[in-house]
């Protein structure tokens, strides 16, 4: 039908995850260390509407509680108890709309929005990585039997911090959301 609707409750259990600490060697490598026990639990909603024949929204949104039971810091000897785990939002949304303007050309816009996550599971708010929105879109255009796509991202040229690690000397560092950016893509067919 013209309206489509999913949902999933998720509870992932794990005894002895090996979970990324946040720390990277000289070159770079994640270190990865023994949690013990962890989970992560939550709901995940997706959904679609057919506005008209030519006109679709969809959205899609994950909440979470992610923990880890207990985390013992080799390098530092301290044991964090029910903390975040790294690079983990406990909220996610996303939207896209579709217009088919013509049986030829489509146009599309995506935004997406990403919590804050931590970089270290150790449940220091100073190292984390903010919240950020972003938007995309594009369009598609068949040209006989080629297409032409030329799609942006990062349209509104927002300065976000995705990603990141944290230094040996407890400092954050960030990997930078690549700005306005464009992709085009021709696509020939016989």
Known sequence: ????????????????????????????????????KS?????????????TATLDLGASMTVSRNRIESYLDERTGITYRDVEPILTPSFLTAQQVTWRATPRV????????????FLAPVGDERLTSPAFHVLDGGARVAIGSSTLSIYGR??????????????????????????????VTLMLRR
């Open 1 to 36: 039908g013209r309206l489509g609707f999913t949902t999933n409750v998720f509870d992932m259990r794990f005894r002895d995850e090996i979970a990324r600490t946040g720390a990277t060697t000289p070159l770079g490598y994640d270190i990865r260390a023994n949690v013990g």
């Open 39 to 51: 989970y992560r639990r939550g709901l995940e909603f997706d959904g679609t509407l057919a506005v």
């Open 106 to 117: 489509t146009l599309t816009a995506d935004s997406r929005y990403q919590g804050r996550s």
């Open 154 to 183: 990062n349209l509104l040229d927002r300065r976000a911090l995705p990603s990141g690690d944290v230094s040996s000397d407890g400092t954050p560092r960030y990997f930078i959301l690549a700005p306005r950016s464009v992709d």
